[in-house]
């Protein structure tokens, strides 16, 4: 093959070259120039965030006090604010003269102010003219416009009391109706006791041992012996009554020392009976007995129980009442219950005893209450905590002395005490025949003139200098209705009291009290389980 001439190829080398160098220098300066943009894009970019950044520092954002700037004289916001009340009152005379349209424009404008003052307090900023100015001048015609309707000032004042006290007797009502709704929960049995008394009581029915070993503990010599400790209880709660033994064993030095006495109704006897039989109260003697049994006790001996068996006592405690002088606490019916004043018997009831401790069924023993059996009564009858720290615990607040026989005899800033945890001196009581005193009180209050109901009225009465104040670490009170007691005073204390409507057993009860009652109920017994689960 017959090769080119080299004229012919050297032509053509050097064009290809060209081209290359060429597109190689194109190529360099388009990249040159992306580089210049992009430099100078880039300076532009950091000049605009450090502009930004001087901006935000040379302008702050704060916030103002929404509170201070209403109460401001000069504010928009306290402006706008008098006026909306003002326009909220001509509203309600506007309506009740027929004035709708006048009523419906009000009420626009009083949404409208709100929602500025709403806003404006969740920026955090002042109002300002151009957003107030309008409303402002709005309202201020309506007002006006109100104004030249005649309701004058003095229409605005009536008008506005008479609804103030429609909404204090509304108010008022509510408050009464609370408070009786609060004292039938109170006085409602829970379910769980009413299953447990069953259990109990079909309990004790089909075990013939239970009711042989209860008769003979009747004719034990340890229910008469004063070498003991002796603690009378008057219940018709079982769990009540097993919590405060269990506290009080618990507590004590020598368990088997203790001796408790307690009193019930017929329908809670056999259940009383059974749970103290069948349960381990670490030796102590548990005497139950029922109620009934005590027949000396009737209407012929004793004034209250005429009183309690009157057909307009009956009446009193279990009609509704809508008369709202008479608080529904003193129509309790409790207050009805023979257990409720067995108290005042107690030397009959024992005979033979010289000295004891009465419990009421919702208090928890926390200390050994057997140094209360060697404290120097000084020949009183009964030994009780103090309780006028506060005036309303004082004579006057329990007893009427408008009445003669009360006022004459009586001072009323006397000091009252406490019914609950009571060391009673039965050698003196019979001394000074209080209970002959007791039926006096009673007679003289046969038309409920001088006390309403309960028995720390008459108590007062009757034991009136014959009371040995207490030291007030032996018994705290409270737990029932006051929800701020000082922790120190309660861990201190000897015996807690939930006197009041929220007794530790109800759903109603104080939660953080609760489980110093809780700690003393056998929650782990099969009776309890089944009845909680069911």
Request: proline share 4%.
């Amino acid at each position: 093959m017959r090769r080119r001439a080299a004229e012919f190829r050297r032509p053509a080398r050097r064009r290809i070259s060209n081209w290359i160098v060429a597109l190689l220098g194109l190529f360099l300066i388009v990249g040159f120039g992306l580089f210049v943009l992009h430099h100078q894009h880039q300076e532009a970019f950091e000049q605009l965030i450090q502009d930004k950044d001087e901006f935000t520092k040379e302008v702050p954002h704060t916030k103002v006090n929404f509170t201070e700037e209403i109460m401001s004289a000069t504010s928009f916001a306290r402006q706008l604010s008098e006026q909306i009340t003002l326009a909220k009152a001509y509203v309600i005379i506007a309506k009740e003269h027929n004035n709708l349209q006048l009523a419906w424009e009000l009420s626009t404008h009083i949404r409208s102010s709100q929602l500025l003052l709403s806003k404006a307090a969740m920026r955090g900023t002042p109002i300002t003219l151009l957003e107030a100015e309008s409303l402002v001048k709005r309202l201020s015609s309506l007002i006006y416009k109100a104004e030249d309707s005649h309701y004058d000032v003095a229409t605005i004042i009536m008008t506005l009391k008479t609804h103030i006290q429609a909404l204090e007797e509304r108010a008022s009502a509510a408050t009464v109706q609370s408070v009786a709704f609060g004292q039938l929960a109170a006085e409602e049995i829970p379910k769980i006791l009413h299953c447990l008394n069953t259990k109990l009581t079909v309990y004790w029915l089909s075990e013939a041992e239970i009711q042989k070993l209860a008769e003979e503990q009747l004719n034990s010599p340890r229910l008469v012996d004063n070498n003991l400790y002796h603690f009378c209880i008057f219940s018709g709660n079982v769990l009540a009554a097993s919590a405060v033994v269990n506290s009080t064993i618990s507590n004590a030095d020598h368990p088997k020392q203790l001796v408790f006495h307690l009193v019930t109704d017929e329908v809670n006897y056999r259940a009383m009976q059974a749970w103290f039989l069948m349960n381990d109260f670490l030796g102590s003697t548990i005497e139950v007995r029922n109620v009934k049994e005590f027949t000396w006790l009737n209407a012929s001996y004793s004034p209250l129980v005429k009183q309690l068996q009157e057909a307009k006592t009956q009446t009193y405690y279990f009609t509704y009442s809508s008369d709202l002088n008479t608080e529904p606490r003193f129509r309790n019916p409790k207050y009805i219950s023979l257990l409720n004043h067995l108290r005042f018997y107690i030397p009959e009831i024992y005979p033979s005893l010289e000295k004891v401790v009465f419990l009421d069924d919702d208090v928890v023993v926390q200390k050994d209450l057997t140094p209360l059996f060697s404290l120097d009564l000084h020949g009183n009858a009964n030994g009780a905590v103090e309780t006028c720290l506060e005036a309303f615990h004082r004579y006057y607040k329990y007893l009427n002395f408008s009445n003669p026989i009360i006022g004459e005899n009586f001072d009323p800033q006397a000091c009252g005490w406490a019914f609950g945890m009571n060391v009673f001196d039965l050698m003196a009581w019979k001394k000074a025949n209080l209970t002959a005193l007791y039926h006096y009180w009673q007679v003289q209050n046969s038309d409920w003139m001088l006390w309403k109901s309960g028995t720390l009225p008459p108590g007062l009465l009757v034991f009136h200098g014959f009371t040995e104040p207490l030291d007030r670490r032996w018994h705290v009170l409270g737990l029932g209705y006051d929800p701020s007691i000082d922790e120190r005073l309660i861990e201190s204390a000897a015996v807690v009291h939930y006197n009041g409507n929220m007794k530790p057993w109800l759903k109603l009860a104080i939660g953080r009290y609760k489980p110093l009652w809780d700690r003393y109920v056998n929650q782990t017994h099969p009776f309890i389980q089944d009845c909680a689960l069911h």
